[in-house]
């Protein structure tokens, strides 16, 4: 599932791609709010990446500065980082000082309800997928690709619910698979083989038509 392009989409308000400048780290003092980040390249902060936002997400929730239902806790509403601003809820990642902008880097209550959007999708598809096989097995390993699979802290992927809760040793950030796949298939004539045949078993499957759908994707709004 492209999880990274939805996060960093258009949609979030300051969301980008993994690029030079963009967020990809983040850690909050659940005792002050204080943040601290990385960028990739060390460049000045641009925006926050996919990998940046899941890690917000998660420390957010271990510092109760967001419920489990993803609402900001009013218990901190006007603190130094949390600012209700045209009838919207902002938490400030990186101060307009700190990035090359000119403006703050900042997650909205409207940026959460589009994280959400985009990890249901990603989890309730899953569910689907193994409901569609009729199988009774459990998951029992996850391969992250692409940018975002490759940036993204699985351990607070997991946290937010965003991929399912199996050991951490059986979680592998694999990077550019379809990149590396391409090659190997193009150098190997077994494995071009292999392909073939691997093609003839792939299926199709329409899951927002499922009836189950809307429920696995509101019961993956958390």
Do not use: W
């Amino acid at each position: 599932c492209a999880a990274g392009s939805a996060l960093e989409g258009a949609h979030i308000s300051d969301g980008m791609r993994a690029a030079a400048g963009a967020i990809d780290t983040i850690k909050i003092d659940p005792q002050n709010f204080d943040v601290s980040y990385s960028t990739i390249k060390n460049k000045k902060p641009i925006g926050i990446c996919g990998s940046g936002l899941v890690d917000a997400i998660a420390e957010m929730l271990r510092s109760k500065i967001l419920t489990r239902s993803g609402n900001f806790n009013k218990e901190f509403i006007d603190q130094e980082r949390i600012l209700k601003r045209n009838n919207n809820i902002e938490f400030i990642i990186a101060k307009r000082e700190e990035t090359s902008i000119g403006k703050e880097i900042k997650i909205s209550q409207n940026d959460i309800r589009q994280i959400q959007m985009a990890k249901a999708a990603f989890y309730s598809g899953t569910r689907l997928i193994l409901k569609h096989l009729d199988t009774k097995l459990e998951i029992k390993r996850v391969f992250l690709a692409g940018a975002f699979g490759n940036y993204i802290n699985k351990y607070n992927a997991k946290f937010i619910g965003m991929i399912p809760d199996i050991s951490d040793e059986n979680i592998f950030q694999i990077g550019n698979a379809a990149g590396t796949g391409a090659q190997l298939v193009l150098l190997n004539k077994n494995l071009r083989e292999k392909v073939k045949k691997l093609i003839k078993k792939i299926q199709y499957i329409e899951i927002a038509t499922k009836k189950e759908f809307q429920k696995e994707y509101t019961d993956a709004m958390y």
